[in-house]
């Protein structure tokens, strides 16, 4: 049995959307190890006692409508969970997934010469903080990044920010076992870089992760440099919100890999780098790295809003 649990506070306006991204959030702790299927999701939930009852009424039956929506994208049903009058509204929930340990990709394989793969762009938790400074006229950020962006930018950044946060992890899960992979992580509150050391740490092989392609929101890292480097989105260390996956695979899989999962995803993932023989069991990114901008397309949107539709009709056609 893999069993995992996770919740966070709203980081997006729409409680709809919050509700798809916890989801994804929860979920991909199964889909790090090759558990592409969940057997049982519960939801955790914690409305604010300040909050009005008028304001409740509205948004948390949204939320839970879009936990819930996402959680059939992943062809899983919630059972159940726990709700509870809090100071903050947080969202979460716990996923289990029985299946053979034969049908995982346990996180310890890598071996030098395997290459790395990222299945997100970096770059959400500053996205979404430039929303918020905008929104909110933040004092000590909105000089700084009117000096050095737009608010058209910042809105572009944080579409992009959406789309991928609210998208699953689930065929990343499932062409890690196609094309054998050698163990994976997912990347969220500590960053590109700290899962890596993490992941490198727990290899059988004596090992290190070495980057030297970092993909992110297009505009992304130049406005994390010119405001002075907050996020420290350059260095990899930037807390990720349901981030993607990082692979390590045999070389000779990886481009197969690739092209197979933008044929099923709709959009890229990347090579960001190789593993290397080493002691130090580490992660480090190259002094000359490579910025791969990412933004997304209407296609891209289209399909998106295509399956969520695709989702309704089959969860209302399954009510009835």
Known sequence: ?????????????????????????????????????????????????????????????LMIGGFRDQAALAGC????????????????????????????????????????ILTKPLGTQLAVNLKQWFTKKDPKWL???????????VNRIYRSAKYFMSRLNMIGAQLMKEYNAHGATDVTGFGLTGHANNLAKSQKSTVSFVFN?????????RIDDQIGSPFKLSSGRSAETSGGLLICMDRENAKSFTQEFQRR????CWIVGVVHQSDERS??????????????????QMQDAAELKNNASVSVAGDS
């Open 1 to 61: 049995m893999v069993q995992t649990t996770d919740f966070f506070y709203p980081l997006v306006e729409d409680p709809y959307l919050m509700g798809r991204i916890a989801c994804c959030n929860v979920l991909s702790d199964l889909y790090a190890v090759g558990a592409d299927t969940c057997d049982n999701m519960l939801m955790l939930l914690g409305v604010p006692t300040d909050m009005q009852q008028a304001h409740r009424d509205i948004v948390v039956p």
């Open 77 to 116: 049903n919630v059972t159940g969970g726990q709700t509870v009058l809090n100071p903050w509204m947080i969202i979460g929930g716990v996923a289990t997934c029985v299946t053979d340990s034969d049908d995982l990709v346990m996180p310890d394989g890598a071996v030098a010469g395997d290459v790395l």
């Open 143 to 153: 000089p700084k990044i009117l000096q050095v962006s737009s608010e058209e930018e």
């Open 213 to 221: 392609n970092l993909p992110m929101i297009k505009g992304a890292n």
């Open 265 to 268: 995803a709709g959009h890229p």
């Open 283 to 300: 992660a480090s990114i190259i002094d000359q790295h490579r910025v791969i901008e990412v933004d997304i397309e209407p296609s891209m």
